[in-house]
Structure formats: structure tokens, C-alpha cells
């Protein structure tokens, strides 16, 4: 199986900084995608951002400017710098990444169990 594990959520002021990072594990060939999605209460889940293995990148709006997807393919892992933080950014965040294993020749979508981003005005 594969697990993609969240970290880096906490409470942090208006116009405050975090850093989330995601690591994927297990039988892994290949991961195309990886992305950030988040979550307000009562709401739909949203992307934010994803990275393609190559590195080409895509931002909602409303965080264009503010945050930054980044990955390390040698660590399996995805990273978002969140600046500039706005009480709307409050939401659990998702990490999600297209994974190939080892034994299947196919790609499937996997999620993390999210982290809590909460942004205090």
C-alpha cells in the first residue's frame, strides 16, 4: 500500500507564515501529480495547488502570490510555504498524489488524512 503523511498544520496569526509537507511511502514506481487541497467547515474541498513531476505548477487564485508548491522526487515528498496567511485560509489541508506502485500499470489517486491550517485574525 502507499500512505502520504501530513505535517506542519498549526494556529498562526494573520499575515503569518507555515509550511506543510507531505511524504509518500510504501511500494512505490513512479508519481506523476502531487497537490495540495483544502477544506473550510461547510464547504466543499478546494485545490490549491498541484506539481507535476516535472515541476510545472497550478494555483488557485486565491493563493496566487501568497503560497508556493515545491517538491523533492529523491524524498517522495511535496511541500506548500504558505505566506501572507488570511483567516479565510483556515481549513484542514489535503495532501493528494497520482501514484504507480511497483506491481500495478496503473496510476491511482491517494490522499493524506489531513492537517488543520488555522488562521487567526
Known amino acids: 500500500q502507499v500512505q502520504l503523511v501530513e505535517s506542519g498544520g498549526d494556529l498562526v496569526q494573520a499575515g503569518g507564515s507555515l509550511r506543510l509537507s507531505c511524504a509518500a511511502s510504501?511500494?512505490?514506481?513512479?508519481?506523476?501529480?502531487m497537490g495540495w487541497y483544502r477544506q473550510a467547515p461547510g464547504k466543499q474541498r478546494e485545490l490549491v495547488a498541484t506539481?507535476?513531476?516535472?515541476?510545472?505548477?497550478n494555483y488557485a487564485d486565491s493563493v496566487k502570490g501568497r503560497f508556493t508548491i515545491s517538491r523533492d522526487n529523491a524524498k517522495n515528498t511535496v511541500y506548500l510555504q504558505m505566506n501572507s496567511l488570511k483567516p479565510e485560509d483556515t481549513a484542514v489541508y489535503y495532501c493528494?498524489?497520482?501514484?504507480?506502485?511497483?506491481?500495478?500499470?496503473?496510476?491511482?489517486?491517494?490522499w493524506g488524512q489531513g492537517t488543520q491550517v488555522t488562521v487567526s485574525s
Open positions: 493528494n498524489a497520482v501514484i504507480r506502485r511497483v506491481w500495478s500499470p496503473n496510476e491511482d489517486n491517494w
Open positions: 506539481i507535476g513531476s516535472g515541476g510545472t505548477t
Open positions: 510504501g511500494i512505490i514506481f513512479s508519481i506523476n501529480t
